[in-house]
């Protein structure tokens, strides 16, 4: 853990390095493209840089920072998930997922998570530390570098030629293990990276970052110039369950959440999400409808649903699909938009932790 990580380097910062080494500043945008347009996955395949570069970067500078440790995919082939060692020995979990054109990376922000919310998987285990920027940003690429690789592969066996594509993985959440508010300057960090128009170039459009209410980061968060999407793990409309289920709120109690995501929405004039995991006989009557309704009234906003993804050894379960239906019904009739979201990955337990979980019950058995 000792060497610098070449992802966790700004593309000044990258210069600021190269130019202490003597090296002409054309370089930085070589080692640049090679990393976030190329997807290289080791220096030796940096091609057009001098050995004795390839050869100083190898010896001083990391570029692997994570080591797949156990893959599942689901019956569809649509879901992969992914365990990852880091390398101080902390693992982390990240997704996959396709949905026609849409590849989108489901990743993690901190090994564990410090939140404790009831109902995650993650949430028990607890927190081992912050990701930094760049195993944040290796998620992504990971998968992106997979997907690319995949289709030369398939087409070479075809017979023919294939254009890679421009961006083998098309959206960002920032939904996996750990609270990315509370990691906020690496977070941020990874998405200006992401972004980069010198580099993978995603549309900011297509980055959600997903908070159980840290005000102060929401805060910070209307303050930025990038319009990624907000999105909020509501999962109740009054403290006294919300405080059971995310207990954040006796921090940060729906008063005081409610206030900065309107100054949220008035400032930066986007759409927040509200993701609300439906649980059996807990958060999902139709009085509960009626009050999350409330609670949401005149506001810029759309509401996820989500059937709970259940944890093993846990008492809570999804609700049924006759109770989520009527659940969405009654707050489309008050005039709240409302999806369903599919549970991808159902047949994996791709909530994230569980995968992780697992491999710390072998360990140690």
């Excluded at 030629?161 to 293990?177: A, K, Q, S």
Aim: aromatic share 6%.
């Amino acid at each position: 853990m000792n060497r610098t990580a070449l992802y966790d380097l700004t593309y000044d910062q990258l210069s600021e390095l190269l130019a202490t080494w003597g090296e002409p500043r054309f370089r930085v945008d070589q080692v640049w493209h090679w990393l976030y347009r190329s997807l290289a996955g080791d220096y030796e395949a940096m091609g057009n840089l001098p050995r004795a570069l390839r050869q100083r970067l190898a010896a001083e500078i990391e570029l692997k920072l994570l080591t797949p440790l156990a893959q599942q995919e689901s019956a569809s082939g649509q879901t992969r998930k992914i365990l990852f060692r880091l390398r101080d020995g902390n693992a982390i979990e990240s997704v996959l997922m396709r949905y026609h054109e849409r590849r989108t990376a489901c990743i993690s922000t901190q090994a564990g998570c410090g939140m404790g919310c009831t109902f995650c998987a993650t949430g028990q285990g607890g927190l081992s530390r912050n990701l930094s920027a760049g195993e944040i940003v290796a998620q992504v690429l990971h998968f992106a570098r997979d997907i690319r690789e995949s289709e030369i592969e398939q087409a070479t066996a075809q017979g023919y030629h294939v254009d890679t594509l421009e961006h083998p993985i098309t959206n960002v959440v920032l939904m996996g293990m750990g609270e990315p508010l509370a990691n906020y300057d690496a977070t941020w960090h990874a998405i200006e990276t992401m972004i980069d128009a010198r580099g993978y170039n995603l549309g900011a459009r297509r980055i959600t970052l997903s908070t159980v209410g840290l005000v102060p980061g929401i805060q910070r968060l209307a303050e930025e110039g990038l319009p990624i999407n907000l999105a909020v793990s509501l999962h109740a409309a009054d403290d006294r369950l919300r405080n059971q289920l995310v207990p954040i709120n006796r921090r940060y109690p729906l008063a005081d959440l409610m206030a900065a995501i309107h100054e949220y929405v008035e400032r930066t004039k986007r759409r927040v999400t509200f993701e609300y995991a439906l649980i059996d006989g807990v958060n999902d009557a139709a009085g509960q409808a009626r009050q999350l309704a409330g609670l949401l009234q005149g506001l810029l906003c759309h509401v996820n649903l989500i059937p709970l993804n259940p944890t093993p050894g846990s008492p809570m379960q999804p609700s049924p699909y006759e109770r989520v239906s009527a659940f969405r019904d009654e707050l489309e009739r008050l005039g709240i938009p409302t999806t369903v979201r599919m549970r991808r990955g159902i047949d994996i337990q791709a909530g994230c932790g569980q995968l992780r979980q697992r491999q710390i019950d072998i360990v140690t058995e």
